[in-house]
C-alpha cells in the first residue's frame, strides 16, 4: 500500500517555495515534510535506482556523514521510484541511517521539476537469495536544499554522486556563517 500525497508546482527554482510532500518510507512510515518545515534544513535528493552503483555512493557518503549534518540542522531524505521493497533491502544492505521514500509514481518528483522516465528492474542477491528489483519510474539525480524560510536554497541537477553530501555541506555553512 502506498501512502502518498504531494502538492506544489511543476517547475522549482531557488527561491520558490517548496512543494508539501508526504511519502511511505523504507520502514513503511509516512514522512511528511511539514514535520521540519521552518525548523531545520531539509536535503531532498532524487536519484534512480536504490543498488546500484552511484546511487551506493551517494547514499553511502550521506549515511557516512549524518553526524555532521545533523549537528548543523540538517536533515536528509532520498527519494526514488523504487517500491518500498527495495529500500528496504538497501537499507539494510548499505546500513543506511537516515530515510529513503518511494516515489512509484514520480509524482514528488515532478513536483520538484525533476524529470521521470521509463522504470527498471536489476537483480541483487541479498543475504544468498537474489531478488529482481523493480521500478516503475526512474528519476534523475537531482539535489535540492530547503532553507528554514521554506523555500528552495538550493538546487543541483548535474549532481555527481561521490561529492554531493560534501557540496551540500559546503553550501549550507556558508548559509549558517551568512
Not at 527554482?13 to 525548523?39: E, R
Not at 535506482?49 to 551517494?58: L, V
Not at 531524505?77 to 517500491?83: A, L, P, Q, W, Y
Request: aromatic share 10%; charged share 30%; hydrophobic share 35%.
Amino acid at each position: 500500500m502506498e501512502t502518498f500525497s504531494v502538492s506544489g508546482q511543476e517547475v522549482l527554482s531557488v527561491g520558490g517555495k517548496a512543494p508539501l510532500f508526504k511519502a511511505t518510507t523504507d520502514n513503511g512510515s509516512v514522512w511528511d515534510i511539514n514535520k521540519y518545515l521552518g525548523d531545520k534544513f531539509i536535503v531532498v535528493y532524487f536519484y534512480p535506482a536504490a543498488m546500484t552503483g552511484g546511487c551506493t555512493k551517494q547514499a553511502c557518503s550521506y549515511r557516512d556523514h549524518r553526524d555532521e549534518l545533523s549537528s548543523a540542522g540538517i536533515v536528509v531524505v532520498g527519494i526514488s521510484g523504487d517500491k518500498i521493497e527495495n529500500l528496504q533491502y538497501f537499507k539494510k544492505a548499505e546500513n543506511l541511517n537516515f530515510p529513503l521514500l518511494s516515489d512509484e509514481k514520480g509524482e514528488i518528483a515532478k513536483a520538484f521539476g525533476v524529470p521521470v522516465g521509463e522504470g527498471g528492474s536489476i537483480k541483487r542477491t541479498i543475504d544468498g537469495i537474489e531478488h529482481e528489483l523493480v521500478r516503475p519510474v526512474t528519476e534523475k539525480r537531482w539535489t535540492f536544499i530547503v532553507g528554514k524560510d521554506k523555500k528552495i536554497i538550493y538546487k543541483n541537477e548535474s549532481v555527481d554522486p561521490e561529492k554531493d553530501t560534501e557540496e551540500v555541506l559546503n553550501f549550507l555553512k556558508q548559509q549558517i556563517k551568512g
